[in-house]
DNA sequence: CTCAGCCTTTCACCCAGTGAAAGCTCCGGT
DNA sequence: ACCGGAGCTTTCACTGGGTGAAAGGCTGAG
């Protein structure tokens, strides 16, 4: 048969890598081409290819799933793993000092992706994923990486609904502007309960001369909370993290 | 002008990822074409339509650098960020009883691939990192994972030069072999001073039914170090991951 | 000013990619 | 054993997405 107008081949390639996700984590071909919309002999001939390379891997199933090398590829991100190398050891002192869980996140469009976590192990629970998204109108990063976005940003975040995750999310654009006003104002966020009703988190922004590129975070049970109390502790990491980023930037 | 025949349309997509490196993680156009073989106008298209999709991010300096979109993607790899999710609260437990370097890794191909790295501030540096490659007779990780391999991985390995890192480093196809033995006999590799002089490390394999998947070890300064002392710590530290990785896989 | 280096766009050509369909393999049911 | 179905692999004639040389921009150095 003949082509039809298609999509390019590259889109083809990046729709597959596309299909997998946290709660799919492993794919058959007939649900790739399912979740692409692609014929199953495109899918075949495409995921052949990867697999060749290494981006996805055949497990023993005959589904795929993603493969390291594209793990090891996506760790070159500078905004991965490269915060996070700079990060990590600050985070670290920062989980001594309170034992609450630790978050590190930056703003990826309209949302916001966890880079690190430290998981307290008697903090209270939190239910992200590194290398997951959430959006930017809850949590305390979110909050925070919202705030210093640019102007074009925070208005298309504030035309959209706000989704409500508990009775104390900020879902009025008119409150959310005025509590992003007052987080530029003071230099960290709070979200007190906005995400589950358990916990609240404070955050604080890291900076480069061009502006905040990454949000760093303490989560901790509601009820057992200071936020005045933790947000320099959160304040002084933040700084700490931005003064590394800058000098490694520079050196 | 006519297309030459050429390569597949994805193998030079995935040949532009291949181009980036630990050591070059920020490319302009023309270096992407350089590294590739490509001609500058394929080079355009191709990183033009990865930008558009966030597997590659154009800086403000013009350069080509991996997206956070393929880091995302790239988390998602079992092997990687899955099977370090298990393994990392097991390795804050040997951090915290040891302080010295705690690392993780699996085998890709005929080399091993680092997953996890916990480094202690007062222990032996290391220069290994996160997501980077090494050869697999050196280390103790390495040993771990070469023992365990199938027997087709062991003897291309043993077939092909080995490269000497320090004095100490088994180059000798005969020695390396009988060392495999003794790691399989005994349940623990010991690399000591292998890889650099100063340091010492002891691995334990990480198992699922069907065989290794993955080695934690300890790395220590050598004149500080009881190998006999560490194994069998190292190798609790595998039996508990072991076990969570098959719990996780069944459950 | 010119030159060199790098990025972007154009354009006529054509081969890599296409997708329906046939073939294959492995099950589970009868 | 036989059949039917579900999923994977391969074939084949056709064609439009991809191609790359070359021209056009845009900077910044000399």
């Known amino acids: 048969m003949r082509a039809e107008p298609g999509r390019s081949v590259t889109s083809k390639v990046l729709a597959l890598l596309d299909a997998f996700s946290p709660a799919t984590p492993a794919l058959t071909l007939s649900e790739l081409a399912r979740r692409t919309g692609l014929p199953l002999s495109t899918v075949y ?6 697999v060749a390379w290494g981006a996805l891997e055949r497990g023993d199933d005959g589904r795929y799933r993603i493969g390291l090398r594209l793990w090891e590829v996506g760790s070159l991100a500078p905004r991965g793993l490269g915060l996070r190398e700079l990060a990590l050891p600050v985070m670290e002192d920062l989980y001594e000092v309170t034992h609450e869980n630790v978050q590190l996140a930056v703003r990826q469009d309209l949302e916001l992706v966890f880079i690190e976590r430290i998981a307290g192990r008697h903090a209270v629970p939190v239910l992200t994923r590194v290398g997951g998204r959430f959006a930017l109108h809850a949590t305390g990063v979110g909050l925070v990486l919202l705030a210093h976005a640019p102007a074009e940003v925070q208005e298309q975040v504030l035309a959209a609904p706000l989704e409500r995750y508990t ?12 509590c992003l006003a007052e987080v530029r104002r003071v230099g960290y966020a709070v979200s007190d309960r906005q995400v589950t009703m358990d916990a609240l988190s404070v955050a604080a922004p890291i900076r480069v001369p061009e502006g905040v590129v990454a949000a760093i975070s303490l989560v901790v ?3 057992r909370a200071d936020p005045v109390a933790l947000a320099p502790l959160v304040q002084a990491a933040g700084r700490v993290v931005s003064r590394a980023l800058n ?3 520079q050196g």
Do not use: K, M, Q, V
């Not at 001939?45 to 990867?50: F, K, W, Y």
């Not at 009775?167 to 005025?178: A, K, S």
């Open 45 to 50: 001939r495409r995921a052949a290819e990867l």
């Open 167 to 178: 009775e104390l999310t900020i879902t009025d654009p008119g409150r959310l502007r005025r």
């Open 221 to 223: 049970a509601h009820d």
């Open 247 to 249: 000098s490694s930037h």
